[in-house]
């Protein structure tokens, strides 16, 4: 049991740590949109925080907490590895708990040519299955954070085989203007592109 334990902690960090070289490695190409400080205000990952740019400066804190995270992950895995008396691996499935926050880490949204930054995650287009728009109603579990999200705001889901992500889009205009660059460059039909009122 310890050795599966051990295995399944490793694989877990390992494939973090991939997705996170891969979205640093992105981040040094050319965003597509948003393009102006005007686009980038009408889109959040959360509601009630405008987006930072997808740069290293400006996403230094979020880069520094996550690599903190995986170094300190890494380190009691082998320290745990390496005490041949630690019986207690159970622990270890605990210790991954802040990756299931992880995804929301970094505070950009970016499109590219080969895919999506969204938050902490790389998306290719390729890997979109679907994409959502729920719109930001009272009943809305994101309604009432900001003035700018209620009532004429978006949460837009883009769903992957196995994940979601999602962002906030604040206008109608913006809505429309992320519905044709998905329209251009994922493979969609038309119901998997859809509009739901929000619960």
Known sequence: MKIIIGIVFFLVIAYHLVNFIQLLMKM????????NDTEAAAIRK????AL????YKAQKVGI???VFMLLFLLGVFFVGAS????????IFLFMLLPFSYSHDMLNMFGVL???LLVGSRFIPWNKVTSVQFKRI????????????VNDS????IIKQRFFSRNCIVTSIEMKETLTEIFRERVDLQEEELVEEKGR
């Open 28 to 35: 040094n190409e050319k965003i597509i949109f948003p393009a």
């Open 83 to 90: 005490v041949h008396q630690f019986d207690n691996w159970a």
């Open 113 to 115: 040519e080969g895919g």
């Open 64 to 66: 520094i907490i996550y």
């Open 153 to 156: 705001g978006y949460e837009l």
């Open 52 to 55: 930072d740019p997808p740069t």
């Open 46 to 49: 959360h509601p009630e925080r």
């Open 137 to 148: 109603d009272i009943n809305h579990k994101y309604y009432g954070f900001s003035k700018e």
